[in-house]
């Protein structure tokens, strides 16, 4: 692949369920991430979502250095995912606790 995206989320998810049907009904995306350990995250309403074409397998090696028990995911459900991504045009970093607010466009 060889090809940065830092713009670009990528998720898998049951091709076939809801949440899946919303986010592809859907003309613009609002996400905030989800610190791990304090309250650094970063929040956009100026996205899009679609269906990626790349594939899960493609993007497999990256899953697995980043997801803890992603392998496991892929024994139990594998063939029901499919890869998704969110394109983002600019988004809002808090650096947390009086750290500073950044806003970064791409």
Known sequence: MGQT?????YFASVRDS?????FLASD???????????NAHVASNQATGQASQR?????????????PDFAHVLELIGPKL???EI?????????????G????TF
Do not use: C
């Not at 613009?28 to 304090?38: D, H, K, M, N, Q």
């Open 5 to 9: 995206t830092p713009n670009v989320l």
């Open 101 to 104: 607010v950044q806003q970064v």
């Open 55 to 67: 594939t899960l397998a493609q993007m497999q090696p990256q899953f697995l250095a980043q997801v």
């Open 87 to 99: 394109r983002i045009t600019s988004a809002e970093v808090d650096q947390g606790l009086g750290n």
């Open 82 to 84: 499919a890869l998704y």
């Open 18 to 22: 809801r949440g899946v049907q919303e």
């Open 28 to 38: 613009r995306i609002a996400f905030s991430t989800v610190p791990e350990t304090g």
